[in-house]
């Protein structure tokens, strides 16, 4: 099994910024992507930015030139870092690891992280 456990929401102003972090510990036999979805009230949960390990990164097209999604896969550590925040932004953030457990011929999974809520206030 794999556990995500993520840090770094909060509260802030129109303008501010936030930094979240996400680490995933367990039987990894090796992480292929990790990144972050969020889910507002009453909406589906969507991309927000993800990273492979080699470096290949997407980002949602809102949060293009504001949010970067930096990683440390030798620690399975991913860092999102969110700036010039929106109130469109506020929502519950999860964090996503796709992996392969214990052996390189076990298929790949997705874990996802309990969410920690972002909030952006006007």
């Known amino acids: 099994q794999v556990q995500l456990v993520e840090s770094g929401g909060g509260l802030v102003q129109s303008g501010e910024s936030l930094r979240l972090s996400c680490t995933a510990s367990?039987?990894?036999?090796?992480?292929?992507?990790m990144g972050w979805y969020r889910q507002a009230p009453g909406k589906q949960r969507e991309l927000v930015a993800t990273?492979?390990?080699?470096?290949?990164?997407n980002y949602r097209g809102s949060v293009y030139g504001r949010f970067t999604l930096s990683r440390d896969f030798a620690n399975n550590t991913v860092h999102l870092q969110m700036n010039s925040l929106k109130p469109e932004d506020t929502a519950v953030y999860y964090c996503?690891?796709?992996?392969?457990?214990?052996?390189?011929?076990?298929?790949?999974?997705?874990?996802w992280g309990q969410g920690t809520q972002v909030t952006v206030s006007s």
């Open positions: 367990g039987s990894i036999f090796s992480t292929v992507a």
């Open positions: 990273i492979t390990n080699s470096g290949d990164s």
């Open positions: 996503n690891a796709r992996v392969r457990l214990a052996t390189p011929l076990r298929p790949l999974e997705d874990y």
